[in-house]
């Protein structure tokens, strides 16, 4: 079964300083997605990033990058120039190819610092 | 263009009782999904569909009943409400695309407690 997991359940970071969150992941398979998802206090979820497993370039969405290592099964989500509109629950979820369903992390809650 | 909307916002009921949660799409998709989310944790799938007459069940089925008789409505059925049923509950949609990349958009949920 397809798992994830997200060790850090919060984080906290000065604004304009750099954080990143951790999220591995088990699977057997070869062609699969990964993505981070943002939740602010509104409860929308806002999809952050998206990775494609069989591109081996990092993806990169203005202040937010990945770092995807695939043998390690390891996708973290470094944020830049932390802003106070950043602080959120963040998830990490992945989604095998040709399937439906997204399997999700426990998310970690970040607070940005003023 | 509304995206994805979803009614009630909140929602509290008696064990037993029964009610509808509302979800719908003005995007044309043909993907639609029902997610719980518990507190603490991440989203787990109750039921999804590809497309108008067509469901399935996701990790959590159990209590819910749900149907798509059109491309836009995916409403979420509880019969007989029970406490473990308290959750907030997010309705998504996808576009049919070639490739398999593709980014669900979520509804704002709904809050419902059983007590």
């Known amino acids: 079964a397809q798992t994830v997991t997200q060790s850090q359940p919060e984080m906290s970071v000065q604004e304009a300083e750099t954080v990143t969150l951790s999220c591995t992941y088990d699977?057997?398979?070869?062609?699969?997605?990964l993505f981070w998802y943002k939740q602010p206090p509104s409860r929308q979820m806002i999809l952050v990033i998206r990775?494609?497993?069989?591109?081996?370039q990092n993806a990169t969405e203005n202040r937010f990058s990945v770092n995807f290592q695939k043998a390690a099964k390891s996708f973290s989500l470094k944020i830049s120039d932390s802003q106070l509109g950043d602080a959120a629950m963040y998830f990490c979820?992945?989604?095998?190819?040709?399937?439906?369903?997204?399997?999700f992390g426990q998310g970690t809650r970040l607070t940005i610092n003023p | 263009n509304a995206g994805v909307t979803q009614t009630p916002k909140f929602r509290i009921l008696k064990i037993g009782q029964s009610m509808t949660l509302q979800c719908a799409q003005d995007?044309?998709?043909?993907?639609m999904y029902w997610y719980r989310q518990d507190p603490g944790m991440g989203l787990k799938l109750i039921y999804y569909?590809?497309?108008?007459?067509?469901?399935d069940k996701g990790e959590v089925p159990n209590g819910y009943n749900v149907s798509r008789s059109t491309t836009e409505d995916f409403p979420l059925r509880l019969e007989l409400a029970a406490p473990s049923q308290t959750s907030v509950y997010f309705c998504?949609?996808?576009?049919?695309?070639?490739?398999?990349?593709?980014?669900?958009?979520f509804g704002p949920g709904t809050r419902l407690t059983v007590t």
């Open positions: 998504a949609s996808t576009p049919r695309l070639a490739g398999g990349t593709y980014e669900q958009y």
């Open positions: 699977t057997s398979e070869s062609d699969y997605y």
């Open positions: 990775q494609e497993a069989y591109k081996q």
């Open positions: 979820a992945y989604k095998v190819q040709g399937a439906q369903k997204l399997v």
């Open positions: 995007m044309n998709h043909n993907y």
């Open positions: 569909s590809v497309g108008a007459g067509i469901t």
